[in-house]
């Protein structure tokens, strides 16, 4: 059946149905004479008929492959119906003989097996909300309760028992009755017939509890709602059985406006707003406040059943004013604790152990407005958002540059089982506001603040306790609300992460300091040292040779000169290690024009506005170049090099680019080479910046601080330079 073909059926179906129902209406109207109880007017019949074949008739129109909306309107086509027939045959009995109105009496007498007890209400609760069976194994439930109720249809057709519409009206002889199918409905013979139809009820109902309890979800709201209306129908129907037992003379209609609301009225638009999902998410609201109002309904009703009907039995005067006086001001004291205690008693049906989403939201706000600490109030809102949820684990997380990091948890992780726990940092995708992947999370929300991505709140539940579509919305809630809080968090996390980076580049540059000193001293000591010593040696021997051996101390001098050459060009080799003299004369560009000329690619070298500074500035830009240039050769595999330097009143930029294989920063290492570009230009105040994609080349930017004073050229020559 394609889409329009089910539409039009679907309102044509609606319209039979509105048709009976207004059928119902008119002869009611014509009958209303002779009425004597509320039953009379057909109030369930009419009813059904209506809001079944809307609810029906919306369903099937849009949603045709779910079997729920032609159900509903056979339900109320069906009812519809057995509220027009028997209203037609009493007409036809009071008012005078009507055409078929023996078949109307006849059709009434067996199509309410159809709707009831095993016929189209059972399916309700089988097929509900999918239009699918909870599982194959209910398939034999299914043909069974399908096969009953066209047994019963056909024994009571067959049955020749005097059709009787209503008890004061006459009844009329069933024109298709057989004598040997006398009594097959009644009596003993009709009882195993009841206790299996009542015995597939029951398994039916079960099935709805059986689908409620491995739901998951959207499935799982709209069982609440079903089951919602269902309870609550239930409910109200027993609680007017009771109220019976103790005001005998209730009149019928009593019993059947519960019955009229729930089945009419409150299952169909139930299942209505299930089916689609309109206002689904906000049943736990509405079951809180319909637990609230029976339980204040039942404290009045015991109050006033407990004082008037009870004490009144007892001195003798059911309706003494004084009495009923009593009972309403007992009420009105007590009606302020029996309602805060029935919202608790409502909020554990509900939500169970956990707190509500107002207290969650509450508890946080005041958190928000203490005076916790930056490094407190993480920890704090994840056990808020733990015990909101019923999650075993709950997880605030920072977004600090490219990685998120690990803001608070609950529980806290204990030592035993930091191993287990976990990482606390992970790097975050290059996306822009993406969120990585976390461990075993059912759920990950972002937390953003004017757009910007600052951390993400995640939390774990079991899963025998899924995540609730309202559970989801409480930490969507508490994500909007913790955006401020989060920035505070980053900015705190963001300085103590510098502050540590600080204090460990001073540490490695201390480091560095001592390890440089004690190779220029092993270098001076096992060199230039060892040289002076033996040339000491030599010149004493030369001085005692002198007097007997001339031209044996001629030639030792000669050797000396020598020696003292060598020694020279090893002191002349150290002291370019420390500080190149190529740098001091000539300037940085000079400088990095003949090491760029050394090295094994092309380098091009390009400067602007490039004076002289500070000997620390120089040589810091310089050693940084040489690095990356060294990083370079060993690593990208370039043809080409460029190298861009860039002077202005306040800083001293440079930037190295290749044309190499790039990486991935994200993922990447820092290496040993990188940390010492970043020390030392992070010990002038200065900051680095690679840029680098698969591909795509790598480039470098450093830049440190020069100020407005520039040095002048170095009037003082180094060891070597002259």
């Known amino acids: 059946m394609t889409a329009t073909t089910a539409r039009r059926l679907a309102w044509i179906l609606l319209a039979v149905g509105l048709l009976l129902a207004g059928g119902t209406l008119f002869l009611v109207s014509l009958n209303a004479p002779v009425a004597r109880a509320f039953d009379d007017y057909q109030p369930i019949e009419i009813t059904l008929a209506i809001t079944f074949s809307l609810v029906g008739a919306l369903v099937a129109s849009r949603r045709p492959a779910n079997r729920m909306g032609w159900l509903f309107l056979a339900a109320g086509i069906d009812s519809g119906i057995l509220g027009l027939t028997r209203q037609y045959y009493t007409r036809s009995i009071t008012a005078g003989p009507l055409p078929l109105a023996v078949w109307a009496a ?46 019963l249809a056909v024994l009571i057709i067959l049955d020749p028992a005097t059709i009787q519409p209503r ?101 169909p638009v139930a299942c209505g707003v299930a089916i689609f ?55 009105a004291v007590a009606f302020q604790p029996a309602r805060d205690r029935a919202r608790r008693f409502a909020d554990r049906v509900v939500y169970g152990k956990r707190a509500t989403p107002y207290e969650v939201l509450s508890e946080f706000s005041e958190r928000m407005g203490g005076t916790y600490g930056v490094e407190d109030i993480l920890p704090r809102m994840a056990r808020v958002m733990a015990e909101g949820t019923g999650a075993r684990r709950a997880e605030v997380w920072l977004a600090v540059g490219s990685s998120m990091r690990l803001g608070g948890s609950w529980p806290s992780p204990t030592a035993a089982s930091a191993e287990d726990a976990g990482p606390t940092e992970i790097p975050r995708p290059h996306g822009d506001g993406e969120l990585p992947e976390f461990r075993d999370a059912t759920l990950a929300t972002a937390v953003r603040h004017d757009g910007e991505l600052l951390g993400a709140l995640v939390l774990e539940k079991p899963p025998a306790d899924p995540l609730t579509p309202a559970e989801q919305k409480l930490v969507q809630d508490l994500a909007s609300q913790a955006g401020l809080v989060l920035r505070n968090a980053r900015l705190t996390a963001e300085l103590v992460a510098r502050l540590q980076e600080l204090q460990a580049s001073r540490q490695r540059v201390v480091a560095a300091g001592d390890q440089e000193r004690r190779r220029i001293e092993r270098n001076i000591h096992d060199g ?63 400088a990095i024009k003949s090491q760029a000329r050394k090295a094994p690619l092309d380098v091009t070298v390009e400067a602007s506005d490039v004076d002289r500074y500070s000997q620390d500035a120089e040589a810091a830009v310089y050693f940084c170049v040489l690095e990356a240039l060294q990083n370079v050769a060993k690593y990208s595999g370039a043809t080409q090099a460029r190298v861009r330097l860039h002077g202005s009143p306040d800083h001293l930029e440079f930037e190295v680019g290749d044309d190499g294989l790039g990486f991935d920063p994200a993922t990447a290492r820092r290496g040993a080479g990188t940390t010492n570009m970043h020390d030392r230009l992070s010990a002038l105040g200065g900051d680095l910046d690679i840029s680098s994609a698969p591909g795509r080349g790598t480039t470098v930017v450093g830049r440190v601080p020069v100020g407005a004073e520039r040095a002048t050229a170095r009037s003082e020559p180094l060891l070597g330079s002259a």
């Open 106 to 151: 006849w059709l009434q007498n067996w199509i309410l097996f159809l709707l009831f007890p095993t016929g189209l209400a059972l399916f309700l609760f089988l097929l509900f909300p999918n239009g699918h069976l909870p599982s194959r194994r209910w398939r034999i439930l299914a043909w069974l309760a399908g096969g009953m109720s066209l047994v």
């Open 167 to 267: 008890d004061d009206l006459r009844g009329v002889a069933n024109p298709t009755g057989v004598a040997a199918f006398h009594g097959f409905t009644s009596g003993a013979a009709g009882a195993p017939l009841f206790l299996l139809g009542l015995s597939l009820l029951v398994a039916s109902v079960v099935a709805v509890g059986i689908r409620l309890r491995r739901a998951r979800g959207e499935e799982r709201q709209q069982l609440k709602w079903f089951a919602y209306a269902g309870l609550t129908t239930v409910v109200s129907v027993v609680g007017v059985v009771l109220a019976s037992l103790v005001f005998p003379n209730l009149p019928g209609a009593v019993f059947d406006i519960p019955t009229m609301l729930g089945f009419g009225i409150a299952i």
């Open 277 to 331: 999902k309109y206002g689904l998410y906000e049943v736990d609201i509405v079951i809180s406040k319909t637990v609230v109002v029976g339980v204040l309904a039942a404290f009045i009703t015991a109050i006033y059943v407990g004082v008037v009907v009870g004490v009144g039995a007892l001195i003798g005067s059911k309706s003494n004013v004084a009495l009923s006086i009593l009972a309403t001001a007992i009420v």
């Open 528 to 590: 230039a040292q060892q040289q002076l010593v033996a040339m000491a040696l030599k010149l004493r021997l030369a001085n005692a040779l002198a007097e007997r051996d001339l031209e044996r101390a001629r030639g030792m001098m000669a050797e000396l000169e020598t020696d003292m050459t060598r020694a020279l060009d090893d002191l002349r080799d150290l002291a370019r290690g420390i500080y190149p003299p190529l740098l001091a004369d000539q300037g940085l560009v000079a």
